[in-house]
């Protein structure tokens, strides 16, 4: 038993070596899971009882080391809440996706129970993606660790992510690994020299041909020219102190100075940080807001600017309009809805908003709202402090003056490649992504972020312009190249002439399929075990 869990403890350790920000070690991917794939093999091989049990816990061991040494930087964001509750708190996303992989396992070793190595191998494929779809998608949704964001640092090698998105990468990463636990397994096994020839054919094929062709479409690629200027600031604030040491006055001011220090006549957009308009606006009556007309007097002299910002917003109503309401005002009746809001502001009265979609779980929405509904009061009397943030249904595209199309991004939301891609396919010709990672302090959490964002260029084969408050603001273009970037914790602005794009890829098209296909075969999957468990069980109970 003691092998099996240091064979999973190895997966464990060559996945967090091979995951970004990490350079040069990326293809350990390809046999990261190879030795949780064998310590799984011989808990089936073995006289154990209680195989399903032991097998879900090495699992989980590799997989938890894996995620825990990844994202450690979880803990730095958590600490503003006090380090108290930090660390317990952080055991959450340390632990759930673990989890769910070991489910997976489990699951797998539930189908080989029941049929053969090739189809629990199969299926096993199809559960995990039907984990990370799951991951992605339900209210304690944190897709960091997706498998196929692991090329993020070598994303010469995927430019076929286009057609595929970062699902493709996880099939690929699987099918290698299987094929690599294949060859071992012959050779301990003493199968015949012709199977495992074809078995070495294949996994050489496998991993070249993808190769190859991403790398030839990486060369060969050649965006269209059509160019837009583009001024991204960072204003080097600490989140920490942003609310109470530098008055929202000032905070504007240095953006709109080091904006207009490489602002030219023909600059189209600027774009300011997630919440770099500190103080909350109500969207109703901003054109009267003092910080809101500082911002569009800065726009004056730049007659077709654009400023993208992000900013705290609210909204008043006289009922409660949305689930995420709060009472408001003394006198009752009234309702609020705060927002975690990108905003558009032109040299004209039109204003545009967009409201973060993808919520933190705990810190910006409640988890299983309905359910938990029961401590709505608990929040309102905490002031609304948590789990208390409005959203929109849909992806939003800010559109400029002269018909040009952004795609606005705030924070985590970035690493939901098939969100993006719907905003894409609405008529965005780029990429806008605003965030403050500064919450994370320097740690590989502020480089993974800005890695994952090069996926989202090659999915939609669109520039993104990067403005973090703390770094690493960067400019990326279509074949997912940090063409210009800042350093971290620096006061400063960059521009760069993008080239707008309006082809729609396959993958912005069709989105996540692989995930949906892979998720319904799963089910299947699930249902297959069920009911021959189910069949099973009456067999055996059926009197003789």
């Not at 600027?270 to 054109?287: G, M, V």
């Not at 948590?386 to 985590?412: K, L, N, W």
């Not at 098939?418 to 010709?429: D, L, M, R």
């Not at 995930?515 to 009197?543: D, H, W, Y």
Request: proline share 4%; glycine share 8%; net charge positive.
């Amino acid at each position: 038993m003691k092998k099996n869990i240091l064979l999973s403890i190895l997966s464990g350790l060559l996945l967090w070596i091979a995951w970004p920000p990490t350079p040069y070690s990326t293809f350990l991917l390809f046999a990261g899971l190879v030795p949780m794939l064998v310590a799984i093999e011989n808990i089936i091989q073995s006289n154990f009882t209680k195989k399903g049990k032991k097998i879900f816990g090495t699992a989980f061991i590799g997989f938890f080391i894996w995620n825990t040494l990844s994202i450690f930087w979880v803990y730095n964001a958590l600490k503003m809440v006090g380090e108290v509750v930090a660390l317990p708190i952080s055991l959450i996303p340390y632990s759930l996706a673990p989890l769910l992989m070991a489910t997976a396992c489990l699951l797998y070793y539930r189908l080989r129970k029941i049929t053969t190595r090739s189809w629990s191998l199969f299926g096993l494929v199809n559960f995990w993606i039907g984990y990370e779809y799951l991951h992605q998608s339900w209210p304690l949704a944190f897709p960091w660790m997706t498998l196929g964001n692991g090329f993020a640092v070598t994303h010469q090698w995927v430019q076929w992510y286009e057609y595929t998105g970062v699902y493709g990468g996880t099939v690929w990463i699987w099918i290698l690994n299987i094929l690599l636990f294949l060859i071992y397994t012959g050779l301990k096994e003493q199968e015949n020299k012709q199977l495992r020839l074809k078995l070495i054919s294949a996994f050489v094929l496998i991993l070249v041909i993808p190769l190859s062709i991403s790398l030839y479409r990486y060369y060969s690629y050649e965006e269209q020219h059509n160019p837009s200027n583009i001024v991204v600031a960072q204003p080097n604030i600490d989140p920490y102190g942003k609310e109470t040491t530098i008055p929202a006055y000032q905070q504007v001011s240095i953006l709109t100075h080091i904006s207009d220090s490489l602002g030219q006549a023909n600059t189209e957009f600027f774009i300011w940080p997630e919440t770099a308009i500190p103080n909350a606006l109500n969207e109703d009556n901003i054109r009267t807001n003092a910080f809101f007309l500082q911002a569009q007097h800065f726009l004056n002299k730049y007659k077709n600017g654009n400023l993208i910002t992000g900013a705290e917003t609210f909204k008043v109503y006289n009922n409660r309009a949305t689930t995420t309401a709060n009472p408001y005002g003394q006198q009752g009746g009234q309702f609020l809805d705060a927002f975690n809001a990108a905003v558009n502001i032109e040299n004209s009265a039109e204003v545009q908003f967009y409201h973060k979609s993808k919520l933190v779980p705990g810190a910006e929405s409640l988890p299983f709202a309905n359910q938990l509904s029961f401590l709505k009061p608990v929040f309102e009397h905490l002031g609304g402090a948590t789990g208390s943030y409005g959203s929109q249904a849909e992806p939003g595209v800010f559109y400029s003056q002269g018909g040009i199309g952004v795609t606005p991004a705030i924070c985590y939301e970035s690493i939901w490649g098939g969100w993006i891609a719907q905003s894409v396919k609405k008529g965005s010709q780029f990429i806008a992504i605003i965030t403050n990672d500064g919450w994370w302090e320097n740690t590989p959490g502020k480089d993974q972020h800005l890695d994952y964002a090069k996926l989202r260029a090659i999915e939609t084969r669109r520039w993104v312009c990067r403005s973090a408050n703390t770094g690493i603001s960067a400019f990326i273009n279509q074949r997912g190249d940090v063409v210009q970037h800042t350093k971290w914790w620096v006061k400063t602005a960059i521009k760069q002439d993008i080239n707008l794009n309006s082809d729609i890829t396959f993958y912005v098209r069709y989105g996540d399929y692989i995930a949906i296909a892979g998720s319904f075969l799963a089910l299947l999957g699930m249902l297959f075990i069920v009911l021959r468990m189910f069949v099973r069980k009456r067999i055996l109970n059926f009197p003789a």
